[in-house]
């Protein structure tokens, strides 16, 4: 039987072990990248082709993966929104997060079911902690507070920055609206600075990130993304 839903880390493992089968057997993957690099698309089409395999998999997002995290998604993305603080910022993502966990990703998980999540606490990371120059450690100590679990195996989608934000610009325009997001908004200079975040991440934990170049077609690197999820997280694996 297959099952796919949609919904409407970071545990550090050496310091805080988890409970002993509290995610089952499940695993829970990310996407992450900067604006335009093609993440939700990829993570579309990865949705359909495994809808059609035995198992539970569960498709989410951050910020957005629950109904709270809706409406902070307004606060947070919403064009022309209220500016912020950088550390209001942060804990905005992270409340975001404790709700998503609790409400969606540690139920499916303790089911056994493969979760796939459109951003998670890499893209805090990378974008308030380095773009935004709140730093690495305060957001690690953060979510080892809170307790957040670690990712199975994080890809980052890497793409040009100039590419990435006219892809973006132009995604704005098919969904006719000439109206920038929130961070599209950011000078290009931020933008190569989460791009930075990203690749800084991969250096210290390369046992879970894959970076993945984005560049060329959406089937090129539909190919690319599905050689790379069979191969580090056996999820077309008939046996599941």
Known sequence: MSLCLSAPAFLWYDDFPLEPGILGKGKFITFEG???????LQLSLLEAELCHRLGEWVFTREPGGTEFGRELRQ??????????????????????????????????????????????????L????????????????????LGL???DLTLVLDLDVELAL????QRNRLEGSDALGRFEAEETEFHRRVQEGYRL???????????VDAGGTPEEVASR????????????????
């Open 34 to 40: 900067i604006e335009g690099c093609g993440k939700t």
């Open 126 to 145: 990378a974008y308030q902690g380095h773009a935004r120059g709140l730093g690495f450690p305060l957001i690690d100590e953060m979510a080892a507070v």
């Open 201 to 211: 991440l991969a250096a210290r934990e390369p046992q879970r990130f894959v970076m």
């Open 166 to 169: 006219s892809r973006a610009r």
């Open 225 to 240: 993304v599905r050689s790379l999820v069979a191969e580090k997280a056996g999820l077309f694996d008939e046996a599941r």
């Open 75 to 124: 606060i947070l993305l919403g064009k022309g929104s209220a500016p912020r603080a950088p550390v209001a910022e942060l804990l905005l993502y992270m409340a975001d997060r404790v709700q998503h966990l609790d409400q969606v990703i540690r139920p499916a998980l303790a089911r056994g079911a493969v979760v796939l999540c459109d951003r998670y606490l890499d893209a805090t």
């Open 149 to 151: 679990l670690k990712p």
